[in-house]
């Protein structure tokens, strides 16, 4: 079981940076055995895959909008994935969910299974 809390939303203006965090609380598992991942929804929209990192951050995957911008990383001894966000434009604008999915791989966006409450981003012109 897998519990997420995403923090670090807020607005920005555009042209800005946020730094999105996310801490897990695992039982029967360890977390450096999830993979992790972004995902954002906005208003009226589909929930869409931002970034996700593999147990170790050595293998890690952005959406193509994303990259160059974002970066997400993960510190396994805090249980934590971050999402360094910098440069946002107004699009940007959305829920930010974290999830997680019980693979040490990089798995396609359908496998994560555990998610957030998510963390709202708001960027001004």
């Known amino acids: 079981q897998v519990q997420l809390v995403e923090s670090g939303g807020g607005l920005v203006q555009a042209g800005g940076s946020l730094r999105l965090s996310c801490v897990a609380s695992?039982?029967?598992?360890?977390?450096?055995?999830?993979?992790m991942a972004w995902f954002r929804q906005a208003l009226g929209k589909e929930r869409e895959f931002v970034a996700g990192?593999?147990?170790?951050?050595?293998?890690?995957y952005y959406a193509d909008s994303m990259k160059g911008r974002f970066a997400i990383s993960r510190d396994n001894a805090k249980n934590t994935v971050y999402l360094q966000m910098n440069s946002l434009k107004p699009e940007d604008t959305a829920v930010y969910y974290c999830?997680?999915?019980?693979?040490?791989?990089?798995?396609?966006?359908?496998?994560?299974?555990?998610w957030g409450q998510g963390t709202q981003v708001t960027v001004s012109t």
């Open positions: 695992v039982s029967g598992r360890t977390f450096r055995l999830y993979a």
């Open positions: 999830a997680a999915a019980n693979t040490d791989t990089l798995p396609s966006p359908p496998a994560y299974n555990y």
């Open positions: 990192i593999n147990w170790s951050g050595g293998r890690i």
